[in-house]
């Protein structure tokens, strides 16, 4: 999975704090450090759980692939059997054509590779529904990695603003800040619950 881009947030606490300390210690700037902090503190939060969805759905998409190979590996011991039955099918064709009765053992062959193609068949069978549950979780975690992905974005957003409040002293844009951070916050909690 490709790293997603992050802001450098030792460098705008630190900016915020060079700001509540030359500012003589203001109320307005206080609320901008503790609210981007919790901010930070929820993408950290979202980050973590961003990379967790993501190795889980890889582990998951590796367990499919191996599944298909067994999957793939009964298919191929299926026909293996189909080629012995035909084999022994074959065999009972000169006794037949000599209008000679064949020898039973020719005849239990064929019926223990067809029996045996339909135990293996329902392994293969089943093999494959085992890998389409995988996948499928897979993919429903690669959706769920993508919300939280897209949650620290918005908190990433959200830190910006405050650092950029500060700075310039302008409520609009922290209250547009906290704005941002609590889209972040909707969307990292709805991430949380599927």
């Given at each position: 999975m490709p790293e997603e881009p992050e802001v450098?947030?030792?460098?705008?606490?630190?900016?915020i704090h060079?700001?509540?300390?030359?500012?003589?210690?203001?109320?307005?700037?206080?609320?901008?450090?503790?609210?981007t902090a919790v901010i930070a503190a929820l993408a950290a939060v979202a980050s973590l759980e961003a990379g967790a969805t993501a190795n889980e759905a890889l582990v998951l998409k590796t367990e499919a692939a191996r599944t298909q190979a067994e999957a793939s590996d009964q298919w191929a011991y299926y026909q293996a059997k189909g080629i012995k039955m035909a084999i022994a099918q074959a065999q009972e064709a000169p006794w037949l054509a000599a209008s000679k009765t064949p020898p039973p053992a020719f005849e239990e062959k064929a019926k223990q590779y067809a029996q045996e193609q339909a135990a293996i068949k329902d392994e293969a069978q089943r093999k494959e529904k085992e890998r389409d549950a995988k996948s499928a979780e897979a993919d429903r975690?690669?959706?769920?990695?993508?919300?939280?992905?897209?949650?620290?974005?918005?908190?990433?957003?959200?830190?910006?603003?405050?650092?950029?409040?500060?700075?310039?002293?302008?409520?609009?844009?922290?209250l547009g800040s906290m704005l941002v951070g609590v889209a972040g916050f909707a969307l990292?909690?709805?991430a949380m619950m599927g």
């Amino acid at each position: 999975m490709p790293e997603e881009p992050e802001v450098d947030l030792d460098r705008v606490h630190e900016s915020i704090h060079e700001e509540v300390h030359h500012g003589g210690g203001d109320s307005f700037l206080k609320r901008i450090a503790l609210t981007t902090a919790v901010i930070a503190a929820l993408a950290a939060v979202a980050s973590l759980e961003a990379g967790a969805t993501a190795n889980e759905a890889l582990v998951l998409k590796t367990e499919a692939a191996r599944t298909q190979a067994e999957a793939s590996d009964q298919w191929a011991y299926y026909q293996a059997k189909g080629i012995k039955m035909a084999i022994a099918q074959a065999q009972e064709a000169p006794w037949l054509a000599a209008s000679k009765t064949p020898p039973p053992a020719f005849e239990e062959k064929a019926k223990q590779y067809a029996q045996e193609q339909a135990a293996i068949k329902d392994e293969a069978q089943r093999k494959e529904k085992e890998r389409d549950a995988k996948s499928a979780e897979a993919d429903r975690l690669l959706e769920r990695h993508h919300r939280y992905a897209n949650s620290v974005a918005l908190f990433q957003v959200a830190i910006a603003l405050g650092a950029v409040a500060a700075l310039t002293r302008v409520r609009p844009v922290w209250l547009g800040s906290m704005l941002v951070g609590v889209a972040g916050f909707a969307l990292f909690a709805f991430a949380m619950m599927g």
